[in-house]
Structure formats: C-alpha cells, structure tokens
C-alpha cells in the first residue's frame, strides 16, 4: 500500500527566507507524486506534478520539488518566502492506475512572519 | 477557477434532515471523486466514479449516498447525519483514462456544519 509522510505539520519561516516543506513517501511501484496548496476556505490547487520526466520540477508561483528515489523524498522548496505563500501544503501520491484516487499526506501549515 | 464547481459553499442541517451535495466539472474529465477533510485529520477519500460507474467506496456510511447521473455531474445525499459529519467536503475530477500521472482538479468545496 502506497502512504505519504510530511514531517512537520508546522513550518514558520520568514519573509525572503527559503522555504523547505518534506515529504516522503512509500510505493511498490513507480510513483506519481504531486504537491497541492490550500488557502483558507478554498479547495486544493495543483502547485507541481513529478511523472517521471525530470527529477527535479518547477511549478507555480516559484515552487520547485525534487524527486530523489534512494531516499524516497519529494521536498518542497522556494527560494524566498512570500507573505501570500502562506497556507496549508498537501504531498500526495498516485496508485498509478487511471481514475484512482490520491493518498494524500496530513498537510503542512506554512506561517511567514514580515 | 479550477473548472470544478460546488454548491452550496455552506451547509448546515439538522440531524433528521436531507440534503444533496452537487459537483459539476466543465474540464471534459472522465473521473470524478468525492474527498472528506476534517480538523486536523489526512483527506479521506469517499467515493471515485470513472465513466459513471462507482469504482470505489472506501467504508463511507450509508447515510452518504452518491449519484453521478453522466461524467460532468457528481452529487452527494445526506440523510440523518452525526454531528462528526461536520466536515469540510471536497470534489474533485481527473481525465481517468490509461495511465495514473493525471492530476485531480478540486472544486471549493461545501463547508458542513451538523447540529
């Protein structure tokens, strides 16, 4: 059975600061990996998606995820914190099969302080 | 605007009442899916149909019954509810055809108070 794991359910960093959100997985096969955010009374939006094209992928608003196989890690990272950065993070990951839902982690909430 | 809508944004029900959940996509998806968030506790994952047919329903209760009338529509009905049903209810849909890489889009979700 494939299970994420994001360390942390509690980050503060500070404006301008780097920004490191964790997450580590378990699967049998191949997987798909991907990072949501959720601002307040809002639903998940997709920031990134690792599908086994590139090891390292950038998504929206300067978040890039690495995915390293030997230690079964996809961290979230952007380089300088925005005051709007501000939300609840999400790593989750496919079964790999079509129409199956995502196993998603318990979320990290990001605070950033001015 | 991710293309998936649901109404209503807000909800509150009595324990003997009924009400309905709706999701509609406009994305052209094949899937749909209906996840539960609670305080403090991981997305629970409800109820997938691919093509209109159920093809998971991960121990939900019989007091949440789902409908999906084609592949644009999802609906969820509520009867006789527990106040630990009060939860934040998310829809979301994916192309669901071969292959697993295809992201979920979520809608905004109906916020669900049970007194």
């Known amino acids: 059975a494939q299970s994420v794991t994001q360390l942390g359910s509690h980050v503060s960093v500070s404006e301008g600061a780097l920004v490191l959100l964790r997450c580590n997985y378990s699967s049998s096969v191949p997987p798909y990996l991907f990072w949501y955010v959720q601002y307040p009374n809002q639903g998940l939006q997709l920031l990134l998606k690792?599908?086994?094209?590139?090891?390292l992928v950038k998504g929206i608003n300067g978040f890039e995820a690495e995915f390293k196989k030997s230690e079964t890690s996809f961290h979230l990272t952007k380089p300088s914190a925005h005051m709007s950065d501000a939300a609840e993070y999400f790593c989750?990951?496919?079964?790999?099969?079509?129409?199956?839902?995502?196993?998603f982690g318990k979320g990290t909430t990001l605070s950033v302080s001015s | 605007e991710t293309g998936v809508t649901q109404t209503p944004r807000h909800l509150v029900m009595g324990m003997t009442n009924k009400k309905s959940l709706k999701c509609e996509q406009h994305l052209g998806h094949n899937a749909m899916y209906w996840y539960k968030q609670s305080a403090k506790k991981p997305l629970e994952l409800m109820f997938v149909y691919n093509f209109k047919e159920q093809t998971e329903n991960n121990s939900v209760p019989s007091r949440f019954s789902p409908e999906c009338p084609n592949s644009s529509h999802l609906f969820l009905h509520l009867h006789t509810l527990q106040p630990e049903d009060s939860a934040l209810y998310l829809c979301?849909?994916?192309?669901?055809?071969?292959?697993?890489?295809?992201?979920?889009?979520f809608g905004p979700g109906t916020r669900l108070t049970v007194t």
């Open positions: 989750a990951v496919s079964e790999g099969q079509a129409g199956t839902a995502l196993i």
């Open positions: 690792y599908t086994s094209a590139a090891t």
């Open positions: 979301a849909s994916s192309q669901g055809s071969s292959g697993g890489s295809y992201e979920q889009y």
